[in-house]
């Protein structure tokens, strides 16, 4: 029985596990899962307010209670996805993990993918190498939550950044670009969540790295 | 779920314990944004805090307002103009817009009314609304931007504040105008200087080249194209240039003080 538990520990030691995730890249999904639910969360009960549609969202899934306390939630954890957000993009263009975990995409590889990932054919075998769907999408991800803050930006200061709203065609169309990242945010929460949890050694990597 | 809870406060009933932290909030304003028992249950859950310390929460978030405040002034350009839009685009019907209906919006009779000017100021005689007509006046279509998301677009026509801050004598040093109104209820709001500098902060007198309606503030409202909606003042009554910060109808129940576009 000992000796077992021992002859595991020292094959643990020679072959050290490979890091799929580096420590900064856990700390920044984890602080922007936080941010992103908070400013997701607040931005519904702010939508209510004057609903862009004809739904309002439950005040079950809400934050803030009111408008007043949902847009003191909101332009808080703004703070916290801002600069969590441009920390990640600055490692992610320095260490060059953008450059070797989301190029190339091909759109014969996202085909390929797809099919495979649709008929259960897709490989997990190596968890630091992102096949063509994820590329794909975390690739897009990243734009929209770029063009997320910048709409927000230019709805929160259409005086002052009057350029940023003339960049989105107004005021009006800036609402509705924010809106529609929000949404696209949330679809790519759900399968993202999905996923993980159908591949549980990925939500393991993205804690302890391994 | 049932054991993780248990786990996660061992013998502390989360449901009872929220109960009880509601019942210590006795301020409708502070329920309004803290009750929200069950999505604030369930973030920190999400977020695994142990305990709803709400009050904390607030007053954490009230310093980042603050914060807030402090930027936006960093960020806000004396010399930066609002968007001017074509008579064409003025949205009809303009909205009203206020906290109660129009049945309850103030009815001033214009010839007893007086602008009271208070405060850090030379000449304190109030003024009457035919002494204000005579003062030129500049017309302006600007959107409105309400804080709870939606705009319009509207033509306002009236008196640079600045000018009349300057013909007052008013010490353009001090920090704050704030203005007090007929609303029900007392409506009030401060207006930070440099804001009541810019050239297109104005005593509106006209809305779409006629006398300002009721529903839109008359006699005399602030169009500032620079603040959100609520900082806006109809109905005034007077204004007073001060270097205290003396809160504000909306300000005191959350929104951001600064709350600059």
């Known amino acids: 029985m000992t000796s077992l538990a021992v002859s595991d520990h020292q094959a643990e030691t020679a072959t050290p596990a490979k890091v799929i995730q580096p420590v900064w890249v856990r700390m920044v999904h984890w602080i922007n899962a936080v941010a992103m639910i908070l400013m997701i969360m607040s931005g519904w009960q702010i939508y209510n307010a004057s609903p ?39 490692l992610g263009f320095a260490t060059g993990r953008f ?51 910048l709409s927000g930006l230019s709805m929160w200061k259409p005086v002052q ?39 549980p050694k990925s939500l393991r990597a993205m804690i302890i790295g391994r | ?77 004396p010399d930066a103009l609002a968007p001017t839009f074509p008579e064409s685009m003025i949205t009809k019907p303009f909205p009203f817009n206020a906290y109660y209906d129009l049945d309850d919006a103030p009815e001033i009779a214009g010839a007893d009314w007086k602008l009271e000017v208070r405060g850090l100021v030379e000449n304190k005689k109030p003024w009457t609304l035919d002494e204000l007509y005579k003062l030129p006046q500049v017309k302006q279509v600007t959107r409105h931007i309400c804080v709870e998301g939606w705009s319009a677009i509207g033509s306002w026509t009236g008196t640079p504040l600045r000018d009349f801050l300057k013909l007052v004598g008013a010490d353009t040093r001090a920090k704050y105008v704030w203005f007090q109104c007929a609303d029900k209820d007392g409506y009030n709001s401060p207006l930070d200087m440099r804001t009541a500098l810019h050239p297109q902060t104005q005593m509106t007198f006209k809305f779409g080249d006629e006398i300002l309606p009721r529903a839109y503030g008359f006699p005399m409202k602030i169009r500032v194209p620079t603040k959100l909606g609520f900082k806006n003042p109809k109905y005034v009554l007077s204004m007073e240039v001060t270097n205290d910060y003396k809160g504000g109808y909306w300000e005191d129940q959350g929104y951001n003080s600064f709350s600059g576009s």
């Open chain 1, 52 to 90: 862009l549609f004809g739904f309002s969202f439950s005040s079950n899934i809400t934050l803030g209670g009111w408008l007043g306390g949902a847009l003191l939630w909101h332009f808080a954890a703004m703070w916290l996805l801002m600069v969590n957000g441009l920390i990640y993009l600055a």
């Open chain 1, 99 to 149: 450059r070797r975990k989301l190029l190339p995409i091909t759109p014969s590889g996202v085909i390929s993918d797809t099919r495979a990932a649709l008929t259960f054919k897709l490989s997990h075998d190596d968890l630091s190498k992102y096949n063509s769907v994820q590329k794909l999408l975390y690739t897009g991800i990243i734009i929209v939550g770029v063009v997320i803050v």
């Open chain 1, 161 to 199: 950044l009057h350029w940023l709203v003339s960049l989105f065609g107004g005021y009006d169309i800036a609402r509705y670009v924010h809106f529609t990242c929000m949404a696209l945010i949330v679809a790519f929460l759900v399968i993202h969540v999905a996923l993980a949890l159908l591949v």
């Open chain 2, 1 to 77: 779920m049932g054991r993780l809870r248990k786990l996660l406060i061992p013998g502390v009933d989360k449901k009872l314990l929220v109960r009880d932290a509601v019942k210590t909030m006795p301020e409708l304003t502070r329920r309004r944004f803290i009750t929200a028992g069950t999505s604030l249950g369930a973030l920190t859950l999400l977020t695994g805090c142990d305990v709803v310390d709400s009050s904390s929460a607030e007053e954490l978030l009230k310093h980042v307002s603050k914060f807030n405040d402090a930027v936006q002034a960093w960020m806000f350009n």
